[in-house]
Every structure is written in structure tokens, then in C-alpha cells.
């Protein structure tokens, strides 16, 4: 029999830890990317990768409030057996690529130093100063090239994965890439390809994203039937320092180290930001949030952020808008060693010093939390059955997707320093479910007849061959991808309005059409990055309007969909009866919320819309309870929820039912 | 969002300026300049003006012209990507702002290809000598494996002051353009050669010449990591073979145009003493 091989899509974190953990189970990869791996996406992750610690762990830490803070954070929309094995691999993921030579921050003991994000109360971030992501990368990039040595490896950098080859079955059997250099067109039979491509953000037109992130990948399978779920579910970031050609991301490990956020109280204050005197600063997350203060989560960040500038007018500059993000009561010396990356970035592309001056920075769109639809089987104790082909694995067989590109592990929301860990993790966690999927396979795909991978080949031939040949005159892709990031931009992030998605989604195919038409500067067959552009544009639509319809059928606020027409609001009565009865309602609503919402959305393509359905989300875990971070009359609310939760496990209990479910600190 | 604004204290009030790009249409080409006009805007670097002349695709002359073609992909200067020659210095592109370009020669800008790799298109370049010569000093630590053992060895702070800024190397070539004694080597694909066979052939081609400061570097870095000694002598041999160590000719261009800063003539010199020394210790048998 041929040699089975599995092809990887995507040389990041994700692709790469799971590259190296077959080539460990004595698998061929074939590994590409349009990138060199090592330039992956992954390296503009700064800020480190949680797990529980020993240290925090005397503070009464365990994964099992980890896997809480997540699943909490991310609005309780994520299925929570992958949360929970992710959350208990964490410790061991930590400790594989410290011995992978993992340059991380030491304690004066030679320890890993640890350092606290956003959505909890403990220090369980691991750090390589604030290039945390450039430096698990280049581990794992290591590792693979010293398999590709070894001859386990085939890589493909610079090639363009066109989509998967399904047989008449609907099995995925391959893939179809181009060479981005020679533009060859050809196909890779495959026993198994792993989509692990990233995010979407070019969708946005500026992001935090790198130029590779087009999301073209995503969307091939999707129009290829593969499902994408919850893509209405952006998560924007706080702190990004505005530019021409990006949005440059400041990372949260500049408040992890204690940076404070704040805004003159005086509009527009003309003087010198160092000048001002503390009482006529505004520090308005520490005054919000006494208890996380500028450590909530990020959606709540953002929204605040957003909200001071745009509706109280408090924008430190009239014609832009932009807080402060201010490090100058850090030593320098202390600046250098823990975030000496990220304030390079800013010194370099802004020309001022953030260890002198306060910075300036507003949210970019930053992740998704949502992504490809992928399955996952439940181990009886609540976890992931380790080596099953149905961990990872999308509606389409043999088709998986791994990383920021599926949807599995962060819900309504992410919590900083947890994107590292759920890539490492997806990536190790599929490989020996593919190991038993390619020992229970019969037949290898390089045996299949050629003629169903030339016939996907020609497929993609003509497409390629049509736009090179399409007449003058039409469309500009570079200006149409403007226009697409411009209404995605306005109406699907931090705040979201059902006409303005509305009227978006009209917008948004409107301009899928028109790029339909576009014809191309550049007709040649050498190294054309205009025809791959203009292809991954068009891919960029797919998504782009499940984003919108997603958006717009979602008539609720939860984690990064903020619809303020569908916002609960805090509690206004003061005296105690009738605030009583306000907080009871709040729960009602609250539950009655829940029972409609608390679905995960998935989408399909039909060829020229998007159509949407709802799937249960497998809460059994941890209860949902409200999100009620900085709430006026979260004590309340938090009484009497307290209270229908334990009425509701008496009930259970006495029902003979199962051991009722830990509740962990709230708000 | 943070991208709708414009920065109104702008020093720069030139209106537009030219772009001098050198271009190849492909390996073996003749190369040419052509000029392209670009309209001034607040805060760009040279990777928005390649956008805008992407989206153009008009030269100066008013000819349509194909778009030109760049390498890039995080634009934070983290990834090595969009490295090219500008104003002919080496660095990269997203880090070079269009402002001080111009404080520092008026109303042009010049964009040419790295010069010690073969050109693929205009500014890209194929660097895979790069990547080969990480290959030929083993620079990765020799685990035993990926399952859970535990914790790594115990690393001090000191050390991993030393470690970090050599690790924060992105493989961006900027010390080996620079590089008096780095020279150019272009293998091409011959009629009927197989992808494997030119590939394998173009890695002999690689391994026999300088390996360069960044790799160098690397071995350093790897040699200095408590696992990673373990092939710490596999190492120094390949500095010690064709194409090693011993090409530096200790021009120390490397380290001043290193975008990170790293200290590759410190690495350079612990290389020396190190080579020497297994040098030595293999004469003796030791």
C-alpha cells in the first residue's frame, strides 16, 4: 500500500504543533503555507499562554476555574469538553515548550515568571517578554524543520491552498494549491488535510491581522460544504495603535504589567499628557470595574473605550479618537525586560517613547472566535477522548480544521493568552485522533484513481485561467477590498444596529457582485499576486455575509455582539423590596434569554447566500450563569441567582441526578 | 475604530512624491528602474505606498504596468517578510516611514530588491539559502519527544537575557545582504530536473557557501541551552566546515544593520572560541 500522508493548511502555531506531533507518530506531512512557516501570523502574538501553576495553585487555582474563566469570559457559548481537556493540558503545554527552548521570563530562581491578563484574578500567563508568540513559533518551527531533515516533512511555502477534493461520497480526499511562484496548479491526494489558516481579518480591510490573514482558506472549505460557525463573533481589542497600512496590536500584557488606562477629565486637554495632575485624569476602567479594574475582558474594554471617546466626547484628541495607555510609573529598566518588544513597536512606528510619554491606542479588530464548524468526542469524564478521528474533524469527512480558523474554544469572547494555548493545544490534540482515522483507513488517497484530482485540478484551472483571460475595463480588487472593509468595519464590531447590518448586507453583495467583475492589472503567469489577491477577495464574501446575517439574526448581547437595543442594563432601584424584585426580573429575563440565544450559530453556503440554523451547546459542565463584570447591582443579581442555582441542584439532587456543578467566583 | 483618522499635525506638507523602484519580471531577467508618483499622506510607511501602487498600477510616465510585486505579511516588523533595499539600506519595509524617508532625501523614495538573494519578481527574493543554513547548524533543541515529562531544565535570568534577543532573530536576511563576504548564489532549475533533484542540488550548492552571521548566531544559541548542548559538537563542526565560520572577514556589517539589535559579532566571537576549542580538543582526542 502507498504511504499515507496527512496535508496541513497553515504553518502556524496551530499547523505546526500539529506537523510535529505526527511526524512524532511516525506520520508524512505535507505542510503549506503562503507564507515560510516561520513568518506565520502566530508571531504578532505578544502577550504569553495561560495555564495553571504551581504558584497559583496555592492560591487556590486549579484548571478546573481555568476552564471556569474561559468558558465565563466567552459568555458560556462554547461546547465545554474541548474547554475543559484544553484547560487541563495547559500546565503540560507549558512545560513541553520550556523544554522545546522556549526563552521564557524567569524568576530570580530560574523559574517561569508568570504575569496576570484580563478575565481572572490569577498570575497564570507565561511570558518570552512581549514576543511571546514569535518565540512558540520558532520552537515549534524548529522542531519541524529538524523532521523535515529527518525526511518526515515535505513543506510547500508559497503556495495557495485553492480548496479540498471531495469524491463523489463527499470525502475529503486532497487538496488543490497553487504555486505562488510559478503559479503551477496541481493536487496533493491526501488521507487527511488540516485546515489551520488563521483568522479573517482582511475582511475587516485594517486589522491586528497579518496580510496573509484573508481567510481565503476558511472560505474554500466553506463553499466546499464545510459548516462555519458563530463568524458573528469579532472579537475587537482593546489597545491598537492606529496606522495607514495596519493596526498595530499593544498588547494586554501593557496592563498586565500595570498599565493604566484613562482619559483627561477636561475633553481634549491640550496639555502634555505627563503634566496633567492625577485628579483630573479619568482612570474610568479602575473607577468601573474596582475588582478587575484594567484587566476586564475584552470585549467590556473595548465597549468602554469606544464608549468614552464616541458618546461622552472624551477622546484625548478632537479629530481622531484615542485614550491613554500609560506605563511611564514603570521603572524603564523593568519596561525593557517584560515589554521591551511591544514598546519597541510603538517607539518605532509612532516616534515617541511610551516609557516617558502615555500612548495613544483605541480597539482594532483583532480575532475570531468563531470559524469552522468541527466535532469533538465527550469522554465520560467531561473531557475529550484523546485519539479520536472525531476531535477536530469538520461535517466533511476527513477534512479537519485546527487553531483560530475553527470555532471550538472561545465562545462570545477570548481571553487574552488563551489564542496560544488553544492553538498549541488543537494542534497537538488532533494528531493522534488522525493517527487512528489513517489506521482504520483501507485505502491510501494516492491509490485513488488520478482521475478525481485532475478533475478538481481543471476545476480550479479554468477559474484561474477565466480571471487571467477577463477584459480590461472592470473592477479594481485593491478598491473593492476598501469598500468591504469600510461597511464591515462601521457596522459589524464593538457596536452592532439590525438596520445598519440590514443595510450592510445589501452593501456587502452589492460589492460581491461588482467583484465578480473585476479585471486584473497583471495578466501574467509569474509570481501574480494580483490574481491571487482578486481570488482570495472573492473568498473574502462568503464570510463577510455570514458575518452580517449572523450579526443581524442574533438579537441579543453576548460577549463581542453588543447590541445596545437588546442590552439588559443594570438595576436602578435603591430600595431593597423593589430592587429585589428588579433583580428577580433581571434573572428571568436573563433565563428566558438563555433558553433562545445560548446556541451556537452555524452557517452553510449554498452556492449564493448564506443559511443559518441553531445547534444546542453542551453547557454540562459549568451552569451558565450572567456575565456581570462592573454591572450596577451585580450583588443582587448575583443573590438571587445564587439562590434559584442552589433551589435547582436540591431539585436535581433529589431527583437522584447527577453530582451538581461547582460554581466559581463571579463578577 | 482606529482607522478612520487621519493625523492632523502632519509635518510633511510635499504633496506628492516619486517612487524609483527596481524591477525584475523574473530569475534571469534583465532588471530595470521605473518610476512611479505617489500622492503624500500622514503616517505611510513603504508598505502603504506599495499598496497604492499596487492598486494603480500607473508608472510616473502615465504607462499601466503591472502591479509591482513585494513580500510582506505582519507589517510590525516581527515576521522578516517584506525585507528590501531602501534608499539603499537594508531593512524592512513596514518599519520604514515615508516622513523620514523624506527628511532624509527629499521627494524620493528608491525600493530594489535584496541583492545577496536571487530575485524571484521585482522585490521578492527567494531566500531558502536562509532557511537551509538553519538546517546545516541543527538549530533546534534534540528533545526526546512531544508527550509530558515534565518541566525543562532550570534556566537563570542571566541566561535568559542572553538567550531572548538571539532568539528574537527573525530570519530577515538584513546581516547577510550586508555582508561583504555573503555572495550571491543562484541555482537554476534545469530542463527535465525533477523539483526533488534541483532542490537537493541547490542545498549542496548552499551548504558549500557562507553560512552566514544569523545561523552562526543560532548555533550559539542552541549551544547554549542545557538540552540543546547535547549537539552542541554536530554544531560546531558544521562552522568549522566549507562555508563556515571562518569565511567572516569580521567586517561587522551585520550587526549594524541587525533590525533586532542582536549582538551577532558577540555570537561570531563565542563561535571562534568555541570552534578552537573542539579544534583542539579533537586533536588531542579529548
Redesign the interface.
Known amino acids: 500500500m502507498a504511504t499515507k500522508r496527512v496535508l496541513i493548511v497553515g504553518g502556524g502555531l496551530a499547523g505546526l504543533a500539529a506537523t510535529?506531533?505526527l511526524a512524532?507518530l511516525g506520520i508524512d506531512v505535507d505542510l503549506m503555507s503562503l507564507?515560510?512557516v516561520?513568518?506565520?501570523?502566530s508571531?504578532?502574538a505578544q502577550g504569553g499562554i495561560n495555564s495553571v501553576n504551581d504558584l497559583t495553585r496555592q492560591q487556590g487555582d486549579d484548571e478546573w476555574l481555568h476552564f471556569d474563566d474561559t468558558v465565563y469570559g466567552g459568555d458560556f457559548l462554547q461546547h465545554q469538553p474541548p474547554v475543559k481537556e484544553m484547560a487541563y493540558w495547559g500546565p503540560?503545554i507549558i512545560?513541553?515548550m520550556?523544554?522545546?527552548?522556549v526563552?521564557?521570563?524567569?524568576?530570580?530562581?530560574?523559574?517561569?515568571d508568570r504575569r496576570r491578563f484580563g478575565g481572572t484574578l490569577f498570575k497564570r500567563t507565561a511570558f518570552?517578554?512581549a514576543?511571546t508568540g514569535?518565540?512558540l513559533l520558532?520552537?515549534l518551527d524548529?522542531?519541524v524543520?529538524?523532521w523535515?531533515?529527518a525526511g518526515k516533512v515535505k513543506k510547500y511555502e508559497y503556495w495557495d491552498f485553492l480548496g479540498p477534493i471531495l469524491d463523489d461520497n463527499g470525502i475529503c480526499r486532497g487538496a488543490v494549491a497553487q504555486d505562488l511562484?510559478s503559479m503551477e496548479i496541481r493536487s496533493f491526494p491526501a488521507d487527511a488535510v488540516v485546515v489551520g489558516s488563521g483568522g479573517p481579518g482582511l475582511i475587516y480591510?485594517?486589522s491586528t491581522m497579518?496580510?496573509?490573514c484573508t481567510g481565503s482558506a476558511a472560505s474554500r472549505c466553506f463553499q466546499s460544504g464545510g459548516k462555519y460557525s458563530n463568524g458573528e463573533f469579532i472579537q475587537?481589542h482593546p489597545t491598537?495603535?492606529?496606522?495607514?497600512?495596519?493596526?498595530?496590536?499593544m498588547s494586554e500584557s501593557a496592563r498586565g504589567e500595570g498599565g493604566r488606562v484613562w482619559v483627561p477629565r477636561t475633553p481634549q486637554d491640550p496639555r502634555e499628557a505627563v503634566t496633567i495632575p492625577e485628579g483630573e485624569r479619568f482612570y474610568f476602567l479602575e473607577d468601573r470595574y474596582p475588582k478587575y479594574k484594567n484587566l476586564v475582558p475584552r470585549d467590556i474594554a473595548t465597549r468602554e473605550i469606544f464608549d468614552i471617546c464616541v458618546n461622552e466626547g472624551l477622546s484625548v484628541e478632537k479629530?481622531?479618537?484615542?485614550v491613554y495607555l500609560d506605563l511611564t510609573h514603570i521603572p524603564r529598566q523593568e519596561l525593557d525586560?517584560k515589554l521591551g518588544?511591544i514598546l519597541g513597536?510603538y517607539e518605532?512606528?509612532q516616534?515617541v517613547d511610551p516609557r516617558t510619554t502615555p500612548m495613544k491606542?483605541?480597539?482594532?479588530?483583532h480575532y475570531s472566535m468563531g470559524g469552522l464548524w468541527v466535532d469533538y468526542e465527550r469522554s465520560s469524564t467531561g473531557g475529550l477522548v484523546v485519539g479520536s478521528p472525531k476531535n477536530h474533524i469538520t461535517n466533511v469527512p476527513n477534512l479537519y480544521a485546527i487553531g483560530e480558523c475553527d470555532y471550538q474554544y472561545h465562545g462570545a469572547n477570548r481571553l487574552g493568552a488563551n489564542s496560544l494555548l488553544s492553538c498549541i493545544f488543537s494542534g497537538?490534540i488532533v494528531a493522534p485522533g488522525l493517527e487512528n482515522l489513517l489506521k482504520g483507513a483501507k485505502q491510501a488517497a494516492a491509490e485513488l484513481p488520478s482521475s478525481l484530482f485532475e478533475r478538481s485540478r481543471k476545476q480550479h484551472q479554468s477559474r484561474h485561467d477565466a480571471l487571467l483571460k477577463r477584459s480590461g475595463g472592470g473592477e479594481?480588487p485593491?478598491?473593492i477590498h476598501q469598500e468591504l472593509g469600510?461597511v464591515m468595519?462601521?457596522v459589524a464590531?464593538?457596536v452592532r444596529r439590525n438596520d445598519q447590518l440590514q443595510e450592510a448586507l445589501g452593501k456587502v453583495s452589492d460589492l460581491y457582485a461588482r467583484a465578480k467583475k473585476c479585471s486584473l492589472?497583471?495578466t501574467?503567469t509569474?509570481?501574480?499576486?494580483?490574481v491571487v489577491f482578486t481570488k482570495a477577495l472573492l473568498d473574502m464574501f462568503p464570510l463577510a455575509l455570514t458575518i452580517l446575517k449572523g450579526a443581524l439574526q442574533r438579537d441579543e448581547c453576548r460577549g463581542a455582539h453588543f447590541k445596545p437595543d437588546f442590552a439588559f442594563g443594570s438595576l436602578t432601584a435603591t430600595e431593597p423590596a423593589e430592587r429585589r424584585r428588579q433583580a428577580e426580573a433581571w434573572c428571568d429575563r436573563f433565563e428566558a434569554n438563555n433558553a433562545k440565544w445560548l446556541k451556537s450559530t452555524v452557517a452553510q453556503w449554498t452556492g449564493d447566500e448564506v443559511e443559518i440554523t441553531y445547534e444546542e451547546v453542551d453547557t454540562s459542565l459549568i451552569p451558565p450563569r450572567p456575565r456581570l463584570y462592573g454591572l450596577v447591582g451585580a450583588d443582587d443579581i448575583e443573590k438571587v441567582w445564587n439562590q434559584r442555582s442552589a433551589a435547582r441542584e436540591t431539585a436535581q439532587n433529589g431527583n437522584g441526578s447527577t453530582a451538581p456543578a461547582k460554581l466559581a467566583g463571579a463578577h | 475604530?482606529?482607522?478612520?483618522?487621519?493625523?492632523?499635525n502632519a509635518s510633511h506638507s510635499a504633496r506628492s512624491f516619486e517612487v524609483r523602484i527596481l524591477r525584475q519580471?523574473?530569475p534571469g531577467q534583465p532588471s530595470y528602474w521605473e518610476r512611479h508618483r505617489v500622492e503624500y499622506?500622514?503616517?505611510?510607511?513603504v508598505?502603504?505606498v506599495l499598496?497604492r501602487i499596487?492598486?494603480k498600477?500607473i508608472t510616473a510616465d502615465g504607462k499601466?504596468?503591472?502591479?509591482v510585486?513585494w513580500d510582506?505579511?505582519?507589517?510590525?516588523?516581527?515576521?522578516?517578510?517584506c525585507t528590501m533595499v531602501i534608499n539603499g539600506q537594508v531593512r524592512q519595509s513596514?518599519?520604514a516611514?515615508v516622513d523620514r524617508l523624506l527628511e532624509d532625501r527629499p521627494g524620493e523614495i528608491e525600493l530594489a530588491p535584496m541583492a545577496k538573494f536571487p530575485v524571484?519578481?521585482d522585490l521578492?527574493v527567494d531566500?531558502a539559502r536562509l532557511?537551509r543554513a538553519?538546517?546545516k547548524v541543527?538549530?533546534?533543541?534534540?528533545?526526546d519527544?512531544?508527550y509530558?515529562?515534565?518541566?525543562?531544565p532550570?534556566?537563570?535570568?542571566a541566561?535568559?537575557?542572553q538567550?531572548?534577543p538571539l532568539?528574537?532573530c527573525?530570519?530577515c536576511g538584513c546581516c547577510l545582504d550586508a555582508c561583504p563576504q555573503y555572495l550571491k548564489v543562484e541555482v537554476e532549475r534545469l530542463e527535465g530536473e525533477s523539483a526533488a533533484d534541483f532542490e537537493a542540488r541547490a542545498n549542496n550548492e548552499f551548504d558549500r557557501s557562507f553560512v552566514g552571521a544569523h545561523a552562526i548566531s543560532q548555533a550559539m544559541l542552541?549551544n547554549s541551552?542545557p538540552?540543546?548542548a547535547t549537539s552542541a559538537g554536530p554544531r560546531l563542526d558544521a562552522l568549522m566546515a566549507e562555508g563556515g565560520i571562518q569565511v567572516c572577514g569580521n567586517a561587522q556589517n551585520c550587526v549594524a544593520v541587525c533590525p533586532k539589535n542582536i549582538p551577532l559579532t558577540t555570537s561570531i566571537g563565542r563561535a571562534g572560541r568555541a570552534t578552537t576549542i573542539h579544534q583542539l580538543k579533537k586533536w588531542f582526542g579529548a
Open positions: 510535529m506531533k512524532e507564507v515560510p516561520k513568518r506565520s501570523h508571531v504578532c503540560k512545560d513541553l520550556d523544554r522545546l527552548g526563552t521564557f521570563n524567569r524568576t530570580p530562581e530560574g523559574m517561569l518570552a517578554g514576543t514569535q518565540q520558532y520552537a524548529e522542531q524543520r529538524r523535515e531533515a511562484v480591510g485594517r497579518s496580510m496573509a475587537v491598537a495603535i492606529p496606522g495607514a497600512d495596519k493596526l498595530r496590536l479629530d481622531r479618537q484615542c525586560r518588544g513597536i518605532k512606528f516616534g491606542i483605541f480597539p482594532a479588530v497537538l479594481n485593491y478598491l469600510d468595519t462601521k464590531t464593538v492589472s497583471d501574467g509569474w509570481t501574480n499576486q494580483n | 475604530m482606529a482607522d478612520s483618522h487621519h493625523n492632523p519580471d523574473g499622506e500622514p503616517e505611510m510607511n508598505i502603504s499598496q499596487a492598486a498600477a499601466h504596468v503591472a502591479p510585486a510582506c505579511n505582519c507589517l510590525e516588523e516581527v515576521c522578516g517578510a513596514c518599519s516611514l524571484v519578481r521578492v531566500r532557511f538553519l538546517t541543527k538549530a533546534w533543541v534534540p528533545v519527544g512531544y509530558d515529562v515534565g518541566p525543562g532550570r534556566v537563570s535570568p541566561t535568559q537575557e538567550s531572548y532568539s528574537e527573525m530570519s542552541f541551552h538540552t540543546g
